[in-house]
């Protein structure tokens, strides 16, 4: 999914669809979803329990149907308020996909699928603004962590070359292989028992083992993971920069407005005023006329 950005429209519709596009973009609509979202979150949590679907079973099965009622009507009004350009948002695509899988019938070779009811926790990726910034805030920095999985993997790829000339005689069920070396080193990277599980015992039959794998562990563990935090972190600083720039021109362009508005005001006043002066010098004009014929009479 591509980053997404906020659906464009370029004016308030009026009459029913202008208030229902209010009410889907109003804070306490979105406020209420959320914590839809919550609530059926947890009852999810709870089905899982055998006991409490003893107990109250038909409880947690009748507010799942109510949130996913909910959820569908949700999507009816933004689809009545958006119309086509609803698709143009990558969240509302998102949403519209989960919810579709909730409606599929889970019965049959399809009940594996009741077990997706919990991708609509999810929602709340869209939802909050927050966890938003987060996911676009990733999908910005693929291309660049691409970069860094291939130094990564290139890094990898020469260690476990060495990995399994070194030690592959003496230990063949950690470095036998490339295959296994290779999932030795990734065991290594995570640092999941990596001294005492493999270093250790390697060490104890080639002394100079640590000259092979503490660069290893620098160059994987620390390096990469400090690049891939930095583009994480660049990411969403861009993020925060457009947001602030789109903010920007909001208030500049609400600024316009207000001075075209106020220089309009403005120059109506200016030419009513012209008006009443040409008004009053043409009354001026006639008393003079007047005056004057009155005494010439």
Not at 106 to 134: D, E, H, N, Q, Y
Not at 189 to 200: A, D, F, K, N, Y
Not at 217 to 223: A, Q, V, Y
Request: hydrophobic share 55%.
């Amino acid at each position: 999914m591509s980053a997404p950005d906020l659906t464009h429209r370029e004016a308030v519709p009026a009459g029913l669809r202008g208030r229902v596009l209010r009410l889907v973009e109003d804070s306490r609509f979105q406020h209420f979803i959320t914590c839809v979202i919550c609530i059926n979150a947890v009852t999810l949590g709870m089905e899982t329990s055998a006991a409490l679907r003893a107990e109250i079973g038909t409880l947690l099965l009748t507010i799942d149907r109510i949130a996913l009622s909910i959820f569908v009507i949700e999507l009816l009004l933004k689809l009545f308020a958006y119309r086509l350009s609803f698709f143009r948002n990558g969240w509302n695509n998102f949403d519209f996909a989960i919810v579709a899988i909730a409606l599929v019938p889970a019965a049959g070779p399809l009940s594996v699928l009741r077990a997706l009811r919990i991708l609509r926790v999810l929602r709340l990726f869209s939802v909050v603004p927050s966890m938003r910034k987060v996911v676009q805030s990733l999908l910005m920095a693929l291309p660049g962590m691409g970069s860094v999985a291939g130094v990564l993997l290139l890094i990898f790829y020469v260690f476990a070359v060495l990995g399994t000339q070194f030690f592959g005689d003496s230990f063949p069920d950690w470095f036998g292989g490339i295959g296994a070396t290779l999932y030795s080193l990734f065991q290594i990277m995570t640092l999941e028992s990596w001294s005492m599980g493999i270093v250790r015992p390697v060490m104890e039959v080639y002394p100079w083992a640590w000259a092979f794998f503490v660069p290893f562990i620098l160059f994987t563990t620390f390096m990469v993971l400090n690049l891939v935090i930095g583009i994480i972190v660049d990411s969403m600083q861009a993020i925060h920069e457009e947001e602030a720039r789109h903010e920007r021109e909001t208030r500049e362009g609400k600024a316009r407005s207000e001075r075209e508005v106020i220089e309009q005001r403005a120059h109506e006043e200016r030419a009513g005023m012209a008006a009443d002066l040409a008004a009053i010098k043409r009354e001026l004009q006639d008393l003079r006329a007047e005056l004057a014929g009155t005494r010439q009479g």
